[in-house]
């Protein structure tokens, strides 16, 4: 009969671990910091590229005449909102008379359709 023998890692053993799990900490930690640096100075540059479009934007518009609106009197507003409302009327929901059923017990009806579809379903399965 064999013995379980276990050996106790060695001192470098354990430092060599430490050390490899120190790496990766570091290597994973500098990659997301790189990462960070190059998602704020994308940020930037697209910040300074949006602020020179909107002074473009600033300037095209103050080359734009300016128009005058000219103002409904209360006659045409009364006949576009009368219009309006003649239009919504036509639309309003109509009442549907509510159907009485057949039977009281509808229930049983229901029940009775449903074991009909699983006796089909049984025969049909057993006709592959």
């Known amino acids: 009969m064999e013995t379980f023998h276990c050996e106790v890692p060695k001192m470098s053993q354990l430092l060599e671990g430490l050390y490899i799990t120190i ?34 934007e600033v300037e095209d518009k103050k080359v734009e005449p300016v128009k005058v609106e000219k103002k409904l009197d209360e006659k045409k507003i009364a006949i576009i909102t009368a219009a309006i409302l003649a239009y919504l009327r036509g639309k309003q929901p109509k009442e549907v008379p509510i159907k009485r059923k057949p039977s009281p017990n509808w229930w049983l009806s229901g029940l009775i359709t449903q074991m009909e579809e699983v006796e089909n379903f049984n025969y049909e399965i057993g006709k592959w």
Do not use: H, N, Y
């Open 23 to 56: 790496l990766g900490i570091v290597v994973v930690f500098s990659v997301l910091a790189i990462l960070a640096i190059v998602m704020d100075l994308i940020g930037r540059t697209e910040r300074k590229l949006v602020e020179k479009e909107k002074k473009k």
